[in-house]
Structures are given as structure tokens and as C-alpha cells.
């Protein structure tokens, strides 16, 4: 009976907590949207403005599912934007120097695929040697994928001598660019389907339980008989994965690949995740959080973008300013939680 | 006396061994690494990087990490640039470099507030500010490069001695800046040395909580540590421009890798604690020394990225490692005792 009653108790006030981050985040989202929807009224809640935002946000969307990923267990990715320049240039390199000029639709297809499998693979190499270098060799994931930040740029860089790769057969881009009833980008499909599957596994699956506890605290963790090295290494794996697609999706959008793309997404893919809820000390966060964040930042910066005396350089300002106010405006929450806590124990 | 034991055990004579046979090894390749010139062009172009890991340095001891110096520098360097154009400034170049350090330690101070009484992630914070720092200077300066004031521009010229090189006949002249940067390492070298502060610091690497128990005011010491980067920092940009005799706001914004990357494999270890000076400066010459002379390793320079990367990840693998198979044998240490 005893466990009964603490079990009792102890589900709802998690899932209170849960609700009232996401209803934050939902509360938030709607201001920014009616905010600009005031400001830009012709222009913001149009259907071609929405459509153009759906086409922006899955390529550093898919990105910060994976750094939020790694922050669930307590780390963090900052190599996801190389790994994405990397395995696109692979794989437009393979493209151009394979695909004949003027191709049949059906002798490219084959190529796609491994241009894909390419993309892929190495995508999940990256992260495998960031998870091994993190996992087995006890360098602080800071410091790793900074490391490998630079070395997987650096590669891209050194392989291209920093030059665009441009000339990717004229399907690849028409694929990538498809839209389902001329409004849904296949790119945003692919959001969904990646976060869907990702949030499944969080919730539903062992890896994902495994993840929070590992990030809640790694010894407990130990003692509780995981093996956390082999579950670092796969978490890294997998956002090496995701950020092969978001690679895959840059490459679509801009119909090239180049070394340096994207440089500011790695601060952006941080914020989303704190903005989502994550804790970057581990072991709290939900997709629905990060989704829920990845929309507010997308409503402000193509808001952003409809002023035209807005320099594109306050958007730096925005972001770094956000970051550190959510940070800032949870730890003060916390704090206050906790100081009630501890009146009410010692009531 | 350090043992022999304790010296094996440090990376500092490893850094100082790998110097030495680069050098030697550039010498063959090329004979030019001993002429006089090339000595003080590889001082020359240490100095600013050198000036940047001091403080980076003293961080990484604390535990920390800081990605924001760069754009502290910047951002304090190119505001006291536009102020002093703006106003004919033609005075002693001292108040540029107290306006700058003033700015930085401002910056700094930001930061020390967020990491030392929030508590934040010294990571996300930092590049948090940096992200601000830069998009200020670039959206509400909008800056672009830019001349510098005259007394700025007279004080990149002072001129300590300058070198000939006897068979090429080319020259190099030693900035005066030099004395900043040994003004800076010994001010750092007395404070880690000579002070509570200093011990302050490498106890919170060690262990915050045992810090804070055993009487350190853990907040007081990493909001000094954090305006202290941005002090130094503020500084370094005016180093930097009146060296360049122009301000570039972008000439430092990616320096913050190969600092932090020179910091770790001079012997600072990435988990705190333990570092010293000796070692910080030895990584950083060991890291110009390479992007001096890649070339003349035999490695192109668009591969340059990669190698910084490549001796990040075995810089901070080998420390890492070291750190972990030391705790590992203590304990087995202390349960063959019991």
C-alpha cells in the first residue's frame, strides 16, 4: 500500500512540472507569432511566408534534435555542423565526379542512393569518433567536439581548398525540393518524421530512459549496471546521423556544398535546446520542448527578416541576448522552486 | 627539486622536447629557422595569441571555459578606436589601452556575474556573449576596418631592436608590446603563485564544493576570473591593432580555438586543476611555430583547419587519459592499503 501512495503522489507533480515548461514555450510561441503578426500583417501569416519558414527550419531543426540529444546525457555536439559540411561534400564530390552529364532520370537514381548511403555513413562515422573520443578516452565533450568541430571542417576545407562544390545533377535538387500539394517541403516531412522518431525513442524505448539517466548521473548510472560508454557512443552516433540529413538538406536547398556553411548554427542549435527546455547538466528535456523552440526562433528571425532596417547582424545580438535571459530566467525559477521546497519541509 | 619521477609526469618537458625538434627539424628543411628575423617574427606573432591564453588559461585551471575573449577583444578595441577617432584623440596612447581594458573588464564582468552567482554552464554563457559581443559590434557599430588614431598608430611603431638576417638580407623589428605580454605573464604568475585568489583558483578546478568548504568565496574568485579575461582581453585588441597599425574587427575572432587548443597541450588540464604559465606559453609557441612553418613541414595550408583540430583531440586525449589512469591507480592505491 505504502508504494502505492508514493507512487501516487509522485506522478503528478512530474507531470506538472513537464506541463509547465511546455506551456511556457506554447504561451511564448503564440506571443511571437501574434507579436508579428501585428507588425508584418501582410506579410508574416501568409501562406508563402509560412511556406518559405517550413523550407528554413528542418536543416538546423534535424541539427538540434541531436545537440539537444547529447545535452540530455549531460554532453554537448558542437561538431554538427561539420559533420553536416563534411558528409555533403562527400557526397557531392561522389555526385559530380560520377554522375555523367546529361544522365537519363533513371541512371541518376542509383547514384542518389549512394550519394545518400554516402552522406549517411559518414555522418555516423563522425559521430562514432566523437563518441569514442568522449566515451572511451574521457575527454570532456566540450573540448572533443570542438576538437572534432575543427578537424571535420577542416577535412571539408582541405578536400574542396574551401571552394563551393556546385554542378550536383539537376535531380537531386528536385527532389530535394519537392513540395506535397505545392505547400509541404519534402525537407519539413523529413523534420517530422526525424523528431517523431526521436521523441518515440526518448519516451518510449530503453535507449531513451537509459539517455536521462546517464545525464541525471552517469555513476548512479554505472552502479545501476549500463553501460554508459556504449550508450555515449551511440547517442553521439545518432546525432552524427541527424546531422548528415540536415547535410543532406542543405545541399538540396542551396544545390551545393561548402566547408564553411551554417557557422552560426552551432550556437543557434545550442539555443534551441536550452530555449526547449533541456538542462545542460542532463538528464531533463523533451522533443516537444526543442519543436516548440525551434518555431519560436524561426517566427522571430523570418519576422526579423520583414524589417528592412534591421541589420542582419542583430540577429546575433537576439540570439546570444535569448540564450542567456532562458538561462538565466530558469535558474531564477529553480531557485525559487527550491527556497518554496524547503520552507514547505520545514513546515 | 623535482624528482625525475615528478618531471616524467608533466607535459611541459614533452611540449619543450617536441620545440626543440621541430625547430631543428625546420632548421634542415630550410635553414631558416635559427636567423635572427625568423626568432623575432615567431615572437612577433606570438604575442597576441600568448596574451589571450594567460587568461584563458587561468580559466581552464578553474574548471571552466571561456569561447567569449575574442569578441571581447574585438568588440573593447574597435568601440575605443571609433570614440577616439571621433574626438581627434591625439594624446598618450595609455588611455586607449585604459578605455579598452575598461570596456573588456565590463564584458568580463558579464560573464563572472552569470557564471559565479547564477551559476550557469561556463560554455553556453560564453558563447551566449560572444554571439552578442560580435553581433553589437557589427550591427550596432557596424564596423568595418578602419584607420586607427595617430597615437595608437606612433605606439605600433615603437620599436624595441630590430634583426637582419645575414644571408637574405630581410629584416624583423621587435614590437615594444612584448614588455605588455611579460608585464601580463608575471602579474598572472603572482597572483596563481603568491596568492589566496590563485590558490583559490586551482582549488574550485579541483573540487568547487570542497573550495567552498574549505572557506573560498567561490563567487568572488570566478567573477574576478572572468573579469580578469576580459581585462587582459581588452588590452590584447589594442595590442593587436596598433601592431596591425588598422582595426580589423574580424583579424581576431577565430583565434579562440587555437588558444584553447595551445592551452591544453601545454600541460592545462581540460578537467581543471593543474596547469601552469610555463607550459600555457610553451603550447602557444609550439602552436605558431606550426602555423608559422606548415608549410615547411610539408603540410598545405588548406589543411590547416584540420591539423588544429587533429591537435586539439590528441592535446586534450592525451591529458584526458593521463588524468583518468592517474585517479584509476590512486584508488587502487588506496584499496591495496585498506
Redesign the interface.
Known sequence: MAIDTTDKKKIPVKMRKHDANLTRLFVMLILVFVLMTILRPNQFATVSSFNSMMRQFPEYGIMAIGVSLTMITGGIDLGVVGVANLSAILSAKFLISMVPKGAEVAQVVPFLIIAVLISVVTGITCGLISGILIAKFNIPPILATLGTQQLFTGIAIGLTNGRPQSGLPLLYSKIGNMEFFNFIPISFVVFLVAALAIGVMLSRMRLGTYMYLVGTNPRAAKYAGLNNAWILIRTYVLSGLLSSVAGLIMMARTNSAKADYGAPYTLQCVLIAVLGGINPNGGFGTITGVTMAILILQFLSSGLNMFNNISNFYRDVIWGGVLILVLVFNTLLTWNKERRAARRSMV | MISLRRMTKRSEPYVFAVIVALSLLIQARSGQFFSGNNLVDLTRSLIVPAMFSIGCMMVIVSGG?DVSFPAIASLAMFVTDKVLLASNYSGNVLLAYAMSAGLGLLMGALNGF?IGF????T???T??????????????F?ASASDVPPSIANHGKEILFTATNASTGLTSNMPIHIFILIGALILAFFILRYTMLGRGIYAIGGDEIAAERAGFNVRGIKMFLYSFVGLLAGITGIVRISMMSYADPSTMLSMD?TV??AV?LGGTR??GGVGTLIGTVLGITLMTMLSNSLILIGI?T?????????V??IG??VT??Q??SSRRRRSQMQKAKA
Open positions: 571555459i552569470l547564477l551559476r550557469l554552464p560554455l553556453v554563457v558563447l551566449g556573449t560572444s554571439s552578442l559581443y560580435t553581433g553589437l559590434m557589427y550591427g550596432a557596424a580555438m584553447i587548443a591544453v581540460v578537467t598545405p588548406y589543411w590547416a583547419r584540420a591539423f588544429t583540430g587533429a586539439i583531440i586534450t586525449g584526458a587519459h588524468t583518468f
